[in-house]
């Protein structure tokens, strides 16, 4: 049974840093293409940034040059590092995972496993 599990969130002020991570279990992760996801209340799920098997990596426009997305196969863990927080970034953050590539990696439809999400708080 795939499982993934967030941590990591927690309440910065403007501009501060967090290094989230996601540790996956119940798959083969090299196999697996992976994302960030966040939502705010009221508003859809968007997607973050996503890295696939061979490790290459996108970004939404408007997280580009702060967030940072990794992996660290052996440990079968995913990571965000996220920069340079702005008031606009709080959201609850999920990770999420498929083994099918994925046409769209920025689509929360892409991705069949998602986990609990972590919350992140940014105050101005």
Request: proline content about 5%; glycine content about 12%.
């Amino acid at each position: 049974q795939v499982q993934l599990v967030e941590s990591g969130g927690g309440s910065v002020q403007s501009g501060g840093s967090l290094r989230l991570s996601c540790q996956a279990s119940g798959l083969t992760y090299s196999a697996y293409y992976m994302g960030w996801f966040r939502q705010a209340p009221g508003k859809e799920r968007e997607g973050v940034a996503a890295i696939d098997s061979d490790g290459s990596t996108s970004y939404a426009d408007s997280v580009k040059g702060r967030f940072t997305i990794s992996q660290d196969n052996a440990k079968n863990t995913l990571y965000l590092q996220v920069n340079s927080l702005k008031p606009g970034d709080a959201a609850m953050y999920y990770c999420a995972a498929d083994f099918i590539p994925p046409a769209r990696p920025m689509a929360p439809y892409e991705y069949r496993y998602w986990g609990q999400g972590t919350q992140v708080t940014v105050s101005s």
